[in-house]
């Protein structure tokens, strides 16, 4: 270890001096390589984008984009989700972009997709895989039979909708139970799958509300953003 005498340089603030937030601001939502984020998130791995082949688009939305990848340590098809290039490596919607996934992760129901991995890709930044669900989201299945389509309306009775309506309601229901609340519940966020899955998904938006989650202290989820933290600890650092 180097030891350097010379006296550490401090900024020291007197009566009139101000801080400059929107400085501060700037430095907390600076730009983080692949590799300071894979230290960030502790993993001691890098992820190859060779290691998913296959590669096809699920859909494309503003900030991120869902792949459905062949992910050849398991040998099976998973969805992969990743941030735009614009974002993905500002440490602000990589932020939301973890948070999302350890949320999503924290609820374990069979009416919830559930997530496998959290990593990043060194040409794509993070990323987290989840469950493919061959099917089509509820949205699209309203829109058929409105328009009165014979095949949609023979398989989606009434009953049929009911069940899609409870499985919804069941996995909404074991979230708030654990203090999470989703904000963007709607038939599109809604994928009812071949085989008669019903999952809830996109929970980008959701919400911890700690004092609403029934597990006792020492099981509460904690979702709090290393990312964030670790910037916003070297920015204190420097005005200490």
Same mark, same amino acid.
């Given at each position: ?42 993993? #001691? ?108 309306? #023979? ?51 959701? #919400? ?11 099981? #509460? ?20």
């Amino acid at each position: 270890m180097v030891m350097n005498n010379e006296p550490e340089k401090k900024v020291r603030f007197d009566e009139d001096a101000t801080l400059n937030v929107e400085a501060a601001v700037e430095h907390i939502e600076r730009q983080l390589s692949p590799d300071e984020l894979r230290n960030i998130l502790d993993l #001691k791995q890098p992820d190859q984008f060779g290691d998913f082949s296959e590669n096809s688009t699920i859909g494309v939305g503003g900030i991120g984009a869902v792949f459905a990848v062949h992910d050849s340590q398991f040998n099976r098809l998973v969805a992969l989700k990743v941030l735009r290039p614009a974002y993905r490596n500002d440490s602000k919607y990589i932020d939301n972009f973890v948070r999302e996934a350890r949320i999503t992760a924290q609820i374990d129901h069979p009416n919830v997709v559930p997530v496998h991995q959290l990593g990043v890709l060194k040409d794509a930044g993070a990323y987290f895989t989840m469950k493919l669900v061959e099917g089509e989201n509820l949205r699209v299945i309203l829109k058929k039979l409105e328009s009165g389509e014979p095949e949609y309306l #023979k398989k989606y009775t009434l009953n049929h909708l009911l069940d899609i309506f409870l499985a919804v309601c069941n996995g909404v229901s074991f979230a708030h139970s654990k203090g999470i609340i989703h904000r963007d519940l709607k038939p599109g966020n809604v994928m009812v799958g071949s085989y008669g899955e019903v999952l809830v998904m996109d929970w980008g938006l959701a #919400k911890y509300r700690a004092d609403q989650d029934s597990a006792t202290t020492g099981q #509460k989820i904690d979702l709090n953003s290393e990312i964030f933290q670790a910037v916003d600890n070297d920015v204190k650092t420097q005005f200490d």
